[in-house]
C-alpha cells in the first residue's frame, strides 16, 4: 500500500496492482485463456458492458482484452450496420461522443470506418490515447469461439448482417447471445438457431409479455432496472432468463439476485463481484480525490478539487469506494478520513455539505435530506446556521448524536476536517482545532463514503482515508 505520512492510504491502484493495468497491449490476446460456452457456464451471468465501460475505452478491442483478462467471459458489443454491408462496433447513432468525427454512425462504410480514431483518453482516461474503432469481424477474428460474444443488433439491417457473419466466421452458438431492441432484427438469429434476448425498454409502455418472448423463440430477456419480482416470477415460468441493466451498485445486484435475475450488464464488473474495493471512477483511486482522472476533475493532478453544483435540491452523491469496516470495538485500530472544504458560493439559506458513511452502497437520491438516509448509516453534517453535526441513521430516520455552533457564518464552516473512528466514540470537525464533537456509536459495517451539499458551490479536496494501530 501506498503511504502517507507514513500512514497507509486507501486506494493505491488496486485494480491495476491485482488485475493488471487496463492499457494491455495486443500481444497479450494469447496470455488470454479460452472461455467456458454457455453450456459450460452457470449463472449469475456478470456480463462487462461495453467491455467495462467505467474501466476501458467503451467498444474497444483494448477494452475487451482487459475485461477478458479481468476473468469476465463475455465480450458485448454494440453493432451497427453500415452503408455498405459492413458491421460496426459503436453504441452511439453518432460518432461524436467516442471518436474525434462527427456524424451519423450508420452512414460510414469500411473503409472510412477504418480511418476513425476513438478517443481512448476522453472515455477511460490519460493512460489511453487514440485507438481504433472494431468492425465485428475483428472480433469474431479474435475471439469467436474461444469467448461468448453478447452482440445488440443496434440499427435496421443490423440482425441479418450480424448472422452472416458468424456463419462466414463458423461461430457455434454456443458462444453467441444476439440482443436487440428492435424485436425484428432477432428473426434472422432463431432462424439460424443462435440464442437471443430481447432488450425491454419499459415495463409498463412497451412490455411484450415473457410468454410471447418465449413462442417466438426467445428465451432471454434484458430488463432495465426498475423490473419488478412480479416480472421475473413470470419471466421464469415461461422459461425466459433475466438479465437487468445496467447494474453498477453492489445493493442493486444483490436485490435483483433475490427477486430471480439470471444476470446483469455492469460497466464495473470487478467491483460489482468484490474483486476489488474500488469502484470505477473512484475518488480514492490513487489515493486522493482527483488524482484518477475519471470525471472528478479536468487532470490528473492529486489536488483537483471535485465540484458540488448547487442547483435547488440537487444532492450529489459520490460513492468513493469501499473502506475497511468501521469497527465499534474499543480494542480495534483508529480509523481517520480527512477531507478538506472550500465553500465558494451560497445561494439560499437552507443549504448544507455533508460526509455519509454508509453500510452499503445504495443511490442516494436527488433531494435527500440530513436525517433521512434510506438505509443505515452515519452523516456529517455542516449546516448554513455555522453548526456542525453527526446524524445516525436507520432505515430513513436519523437522530443526532452530537452537534456545536463553530462559526458564525457558513462561509466560515470551510476548512481542513477529519472523522476519527476510536474506541467505540467519532469525533468529528476542524482539524487543527476550531471545533470538534463526538459520541459513542456502534458503527460496525459502514464501509462506503460519499459526499454531498444543497445551495452551495463547494469544493472538496484531498479526501483521505488512513489507519493508526
Known amino acids: ?97 467516442t471518436t474525434t468525427s462527427s456524424g451519423p454512425t450508420a452512414l460510414q462504410t469500411a473503409k472510412s470506418w477504418r480511418q476513425l480514431k476513438i478517443n481512448g483518453r476522453r472515455l477511460a482516461g490519460e493512460k489511453y490515447g487514440m485507438l481504433k474503432a472494431p468492425l465485428l469481424e475483428d472480433i469474431l477474428d479474435e475471439f469467436g469461439n474461444k469467448h461468448i460474444v453478447d452482440l445488440e443488433a443496434k440499427n435496421s439491417g443490423s440482425g441479418v448482417a450480424i448472422v452472416r457473419l458468424l456463419t462466414e466466421h463458423q461461430i457455434r452458438p454456443d458462444y453467441v447471445l444476439i440482443n436487440s431492441f428492435l424485436i425484428d432484427e432477432l428473426s434472422a438469429a432463431i432462424a439460424a438457431g443462435y440464442p437471443c434476448c430481447y432488450d425491454e425498454k419499459n415495463l409498463v409502455k412497451y412490455a411484450i409479455p415473457p410468454v410471447r418472448l418465449a413462442e417466438k423463440g426467445i428465451k432471454w430477456v434484458a430488463i432495465h432496472t426498475e423490473v419488478t419480482p412480479d416480472y421475473i416470477a413470470k419471466a421464469k415460468q415461461a422459461g425466459v432468463k433475466v438479465i437487468v441493466y445496467t447494474v453498477n451498485r453492489r445493493y442493486d445486484w444483490e436485490r435483483f439476485r433475490q427477486m430471480g435475475a439470471e444476470g446483469c450488464y455492469t460497466d464495473d464488473p470487478t467491483y460489482l463481484l468484490r474483486m476489488s474495493r474500488e469502484r470505477a471512477g473512484d475518488g480514492f483511486l490513487g489515493g486522493e480525490l482527483g488524482s484518477s482522472g475519471r470525471g472528478f476533475g479536468n487532470d490528473s493532478s492529486s489536488k483537483n478539487p471535485l465540484l458540488l453544483p448547487k442547483h435547488g435540491e440537487y444532492f450529489q452523491s459520490l460513492l468513493a469506494g469501499e473502506t475497511p469496516a468501521v469497527l465499534a470495538a474499543s480494542n480495534g485500530p483508529i480509523l481517520v478520513y480527512e477531507f478538506s472544504v472550500q465553500i465558494n458560493q451560497v445561494s439560499g439559506g437552507l443549504s448544507w455539505i455533508e460526509a455519509i458513511l454508509a453500510q452499503d452502497d445504495r443511490r442516494i437520491e436527488s433531494g435527500h435530506f440530513p436525517g433521512k438516509l434510506t438505509g443505515d448509516g452515519l452523516e456529517f453534517v455542516l449546516r448554513y446556521t455555522g453548526e456542525i453535526e453527526i446524524i445516525n441513521c436507520h432505515d430513513g430516520s436519523g437522530a443526532t448524536l452530537a452537534k456545536a455552533k463553530i462559526a458564525q457564518d457558513f462561509r466560515d464552516l470551510a476548512g481542513d476536517y477529519t472523522i476519527v473512528f476510536s474506541g467505540g466514540t467519532v469525533g468529528f470537525g476542524k482539524k487543527n482545532g476550531g471545533g470538534r464533537i463526538a459520541a459513542a456509536v456502534a458503527a460496525d459495517g459502514m464501509r462506503y463514503l460519499s459526499f454531498g451539499a444543497k445551495g452551495v458551490d463547494v469544493q472538496f479536496q484531498s479526501v483521505l482515508y488512513s489507519t493508526i494501530k
Open 1 to 97: 500500500m501506498r503511504k502517507v505520512n507514513g500512514i497507509s492510504a486507501l486506494a493505491v491502484g488496486l485494480i491495476a496492482i491485482v488485475f493488471g493495468s487496463g492499457a494491455r497491449d495486443a500481444a497479450q490476446t494469447d496470455s488470454i485463456p479460452v472461455g467456458p460456452g454457455w453450456s459450460a457456464l452457470r449463472p449469475p451471468y456478470v456480463i462487462a458492458h461495453r467491455g467495462s465501460a467505467n474501466l476501458y475505452p467503451e467498444n474497444t478491442m483494448e477494452a475487451y482484452r482487459a475485461a477478458l483478462l479481468d476473468g469476465n467471459p463475455f465480450v458485448e458489443a454494440d453493432c451497427y450496420l453500415l452503408a455498405d454491408g459492413a458491421v460496426g462496433i459503436m453504441h452511439d447513432a453518432t460518432l461524436d461522443r
